[in-house]
């Protein structure tokens, strides 16, 4: 969502052994969380060697780089963190030089720090843990420079051991869901009455169909289905295999898909 500067922002953020990921989130009118900014990159080399709490340090040092022009001023912001113990590291008579310079900067702010358990903080983990990011899964990356320079606009590209190939553009995911319709017979049927509700276009679907044909509607280009007046719609794909396999893709494999990825869910 476009960023509300009359609703308070919150952060999220994480870090794993090789990366850092962070997102400012609001809540909409309605109370819902939303997304305003996702943020993620893979550490250098000396950041590999930090200790935990250094790390988790650095995604949040890295997210209020990032969010700065949102997150400085009078306003308390929250930091959601799923590092319990990083609260106590940062009040600690105890600081290295790196801690103790972080901590100036974050003097700047005003925010609060609060612990959300890594399986509730699914978005900042995700990010913090891009299989495109895991040197476990590259054949070879570039160097990434060995600086404390946090404010590049995007995250190091990495160079992994395939070889380039020229291909088509995308296509966005909901017009390739309303494309694949035209290729399903069934579902064509039901869209063309929809579109005309006719007594011949209704004549043309199956006995079962036309006693089911409330349940479907259509949202612009998309067919959707809901059992009843109070079940939520949801978008009907049809049996196109590569849709299939991008939506599994992108709700799935995806930085933002929420899932926790192979070593935390096995």
């Known amino acids: 969502m476009l960023p509300d500067t009359s609703r308070p922002f919150h952060v999220v953020c994480d870090a794993s052994d090789f990366a850092i990921g962070c997102a400012l989130m609001q809540f909409d009118a309605e109370g819902r969380e939303r997304v305003v900014s996702y943020q993620s990159r893979q550490m250098k080399p000396a950041e590999k060697n930090y200790p935990v709490h250094d790390k988790e340090l650095l995604a949040?040092?890295?997210a209020l780089i990032k969010f700065r022009v949102y997150l400085l001023g009078e306003q308390t912001f929250a930091v959601y963190t799923n590092h319990a113990s990083l609260r106590t590291a940062m009040k600690s008579p105890h600081l290295s030089q790196r801690m103790a310079r972080w901590l100036s900067f974050f003097a700047e702010y005003n925010f609060v720090v609060h612990y959300k358990p890594g399986k509730n903080n699914i978005l900042a983990d995700a990010l913090s843990r891009r299989p495109d990011y895991d040197p476990r899964r590259l054949t070879r990356h570039q160097d990434i420079p060995?600086?404390?320079?946090?404010?590049?606009?995007?995250?190091?590209?990495?160079?992994l051991g395939i070889n380039a190939t020229v291909s088509s553009p995308v296509l966005p995911l909901r017009q390739?869901?309303?494309?694949?319709?035209?290729?399903?017979?069934?579902?064509?049927?039901?869209?063309?009455?929809?579109?005309?509700?006719?007594a011949d276009t209704l004549a043309k679907l199956t006995r079962p169909?036309?006693?089911a044909i409330t349940r479907y509607d259509l949202d612009g280009d998309l067919l959707t289905y809901a059992i009843d007046t109070f079940d939520t719609p949801?978008?009907?794909?049809?049996?196109?295999?590569?849709?299939r396999a991008r939506l599994v893709h992108e709700y799935h494999d995806a930085p933002a898909g929420g899932h926790l990825g192979r070593e935390k869910t096995v």
């Open 60 to 62: 949040m040092r890295y």
């Open 146 to 159: 060995d600086d404390d320079d946090d404010d590049d606009d995007c995250a190091t590209c990495v160079t």
């Open 234 to 243: 949801r978008v009907v794909i049809p049996a196109d295999d590569d849709l």
């Open 176 to 198: 390739q869901i309303a494309d694949a319709y035209e290729e399903d017979a069934f579902y064509a049927a039901i869209i063309r009455y929809l579109r005309n509700p006719a």
């Open 209 to 211: 169909t036309r006693d």
